[in-house]
């Protein structure tokens, strides 16, 4: 039987692990100051406990993003059919940082390669002297695989299927 949706246990699973070390976008959805929700991609790292992201103090989304605010994250692959999606919900945790994070320089390597990532952050050195690292240690998780594991939703109707009901 498949681990239950929230269940941390679901980032050992091998599509979790996938996820997490694909270059694929994470979706960072948090609440902006007025009170409505906001998602934007963003490069991730995941460290082993914690995905961790870079941004520029004076992105918009430093702005509404506060230590200690919830966040909830999903990274997918929906390139092809079976999708696979990562969904995990936390708190985050700035810290502001002298230059580039480790984490972003380590992503602009993962996802453009290392000339390509190594020349992004000279240029994003050029820009900014600080950085803002948001560490997000995930405390629900869900995984949809679209063979053994559904969103909820679905997961119920095929158990009432099954049932008779």
């Not at 870079?54 to 702005?63: E, L, Y």
């Not at 000339?115 to 994003?124: C, D, F, P, S």
Request: glycine share 8%.
């Amino acid at each position: 039987m498949a681990t239950r949706h929230g269940s941390l246990e679901l980032l050992n699973d091998p599509v979790a692990q996938n996820l997490l070390k694909s270059t694929k976008m994470a979706q960072l959805a948090y609440v902006w100051s007025d009170g409505t929700p906001r998602v934007v991609p963003i490069w991730f790292h995941w460290n082993g406990k914690e995905l961790v992201l870079g941004t520029p103090p004076g992105a918009p989304k430093m702005k509404a993003l506060k230590s200690g605010a919830p966040v909830a994250v999903t990274i997918e692959d929906s390139s092809a059919w079976p999708y696979k999606v990562l969904y995990l919900r936390g708190t985050a945790h700035i810290e502001m940082l002298d230059g580039i994070t480790p984490e972003y320089a380590w992503c602009a390597v993962h996802y453009f390669g290392e000339e390509a990532g190594n020349a992004w952050i000279a240029q994003v050195s050029q820009l900014t002297d600080k950085m803002a690292r948001i560490s997000i240690t995930p405390t629900w998780v869900s995984l949809s695989d679209f063979e053994t594991r559904f969103p909820s939703a679905i997961e119920s109707a095929i158990a009432a299927a099954a049932g008779g009901a």
